[in-house]
């Protein structure tokens, strides 16, 4: 069971978009519409962005959104703003009962 | 709504066991599972296992031979055993409400050290 590759960091200006990549196999990514995003915050807890590979809870801005192809999830952030500068992380279920991270990537709003 | 409040040792010595404890109020305590996933400093996140109410568990392959996740459904509490530390076991320790193949909310975090 090995980490989901995550880009280490991504960068834009506010206002402009950007797409966060999570590739795993067919084990995990590609085998379950269960992908989910997290932000956080540095000293704080990872909070829920996206789960079900697309679906937001209530209270996300509709600036963020996700998509899955084959092994390949992505979170893409519309509008970027300066307090979503953070780190982000996916998370899919892998079967058997059990999940996998992806080692996480750093938004730096410019 | 869910809120986690999580305590335990913060600081071990190689080879001995780190145990953590996860309280959840309000929501219903049968309806979930309950996770423990753990974020090495500086490094990404990593499942550790989950539990339900009746005592259910499944674990991660790598961990599951240390680890040890139990339930007390009188106190609607959550704990975390891990035997055998080492300091690669150094990490801040989150508890996590699975509301379906997600987890949310996560308690605030224990950091928990190994070092001699």
């Known amino acids: 069971q090995s980490a989901l590759t995550q880009p280490r960091s991504v960068s834009g200006s506010p206002g402009q978009s950007v797409t966060i990549s999570c590739t795993g196999t067919?084990?995990?990514?590609?085998?379950?519409?269960?992908v989910s995003w997290y932000q956080q915050h540095p000293g704080k807890a990872p909070k829920l962005m996206i789960f079900?590979?697309?679906k937001r809870p209530s209270g996300v801005p509709d600036r963020f959104s996700g998509s899955k192809s084959g092994n390949t999830a992505s979170l893409t952030i519309s509008g970027l703003q300066a307090e979503d500068e953070a780190d982000y992380y996916c998370?899919?279920?892998?079967?058997?009962?059990?999940?996998?991270f992806g080692a996480g990537t750093k938004v730096t709003v410019l | 709504q869910v809120q986690l409040q999580q305590w335990g040792a913060g600081l071990l010595k190689p080879s001995e066991t780190l145990s953590l404890t996860c309280a959840v109020y309000g929501g219903s305590f049968n309806v979930y599972y309950w996770s423990w996933i753990r974020q090495s400093p500086g490094k990404g996140l990593e499942w550790i296992g989950e539990i339900n109410h009746s005592g259910s568990t499944n674990y991660n392959p790598s961990l599951k031979s240390r680890v040890t996740i139990s339930v007390d459904t009188s106190k609607n509490q959550i704990s975390l055993k891990l035997s055998s530390v080492t300091a690669a076991d150094t990490a801040a320790y989150y508890c996590?409400?699975?509301?379906?193949?997600?987890?949310?909310?996560w308690g605030p975090g224990t950091l928990v050290t190994v070092s001699s």
């Open positions: 079900d590979v697309s």
């Open positions: 998370c899919s279920y892998a079967g058997i009962y059990t999940y996998v």
């Open positions: 067919s084990s995990d990514v590609g085998g379950y519409n269960f």
């Open positions: 996590a409400t699975e509301g379906g193949n997600w987890f949310d909310p």
